[in-house]
């Protein structure tokens, strides 16, 4: 289980509450601000720390991971191996970078890169959330209004395909008060896999995302995530774009255009 955190527009402060700040508010916020307090988390493999950051009006928490791991071998508990392992902070960053690219970025936290206590690490922009997926199954909690929440499930299913996380749980799926549902944490996505890991996930699909799927540019990716991925990750990015792309067409061209895009 990973860190828990997500985005919501409302900022809480010492001076008031409901002071709205855009993205790039929320980043600049993040990567200028004081850092006052800290506080390691139980939760997760890595244990990300808590942060409470001031720029002296506002005062707001950011979710710091600073895992960078790349060993050769990793053998996880129930017996499998994974050569050339990565489990990396990198990734939320591009992730994040993906995600404003495919127009889908409402769906995670901001993240930014920052150093802290000589770490370089990302941090996310964090508010309580009521619950995360796994515990509403658990809690057998019915969404009300099954439509809409399929719809930003769709989108979800289709970037964890896209970006190929082998850590996809569902206590990374937050849902917030108005059931808005935001996905986080991607230090263990980015394979190096050419094909999708579940072509079930890939059922329908949001209309614009689908656009800019086609559209999506390797050197704009390249170049947007330069710092985060390399040559060989983005490769395969792309491989995985377009059999996730082909497998619509083929849904669209059997079913109907109305039956996969939403």
């Excluded at 690490?121 to 796994?134: A, N, Q, R, T």
């Amino acid at each position: 289980m990973k860190l828990l955190c997500t985005i919501m527009l409302i900022v809480s402060s010492s001076a008031a509450w409901g002071q709205t700040l855009t993205k790039d508010q929320m980043k600049d916020f993040m990567t200028r601000s004081k850092i006052v307090s800290s506080k390691q988390t139980e939760k997760g493999i890595t244990h990300p720390w808590r942060l409470t950051l001031t720029d002296g009006t506002v005062t707001h928490d950011g979710s710091f991971q600073a895992v960078d791991e790349h060993p050769v071998k990793r053998q996880f508990a129930d017996g499998h191996v994974e050569m050339n392992f990565v489990d990396s902070y990198k990734y939320n960053l591009a992730a994040y970078a993906l995600a404003e690219m495919l127009g889908i970025d409402d769906m995670m936290p901001v993240y930014v890169e920052r150093k802290w206590m000589g770490m370089s690490g990302s941090i996310s922009w964090w508010l309580p959330v009521k619950m995360d997926e796994g515990e509403r199954l658990q809690r057998k909690i019915a969404v009300p209004n099954a439509d809409a929440w399929n719809r930003q499930m769709y989108r979800i299913r289709v970037f964890d395909q896209l970006v190929y996380d082998t850590d996809p749980n569902l206590t990374n799926v937050l849902i917030g008060e108005d059931w808005q549902v935001w996905r986080v944490d991607f230090t263990r996505a980015f394979r190096l896999f050419k094909n999708v890991q579940d072509t079930k996930d890939l059922v329908r699909c949001d209309r614009n995302l689908f656009a800019k799927l086609q559209t999506l540019d390797a050197k704009e990716v390249s170049q947007r995530t330069k710092n985060y991925l390399n040559k060989d990750e983005v490769q395969a990015l792309f491989e995985r774009r377009d059999k996730i792309v082909a497998i619509f067409q083929k849904l669209i061209s059997e079913k109907g255009e109305s039956s996969v895009l939403y």
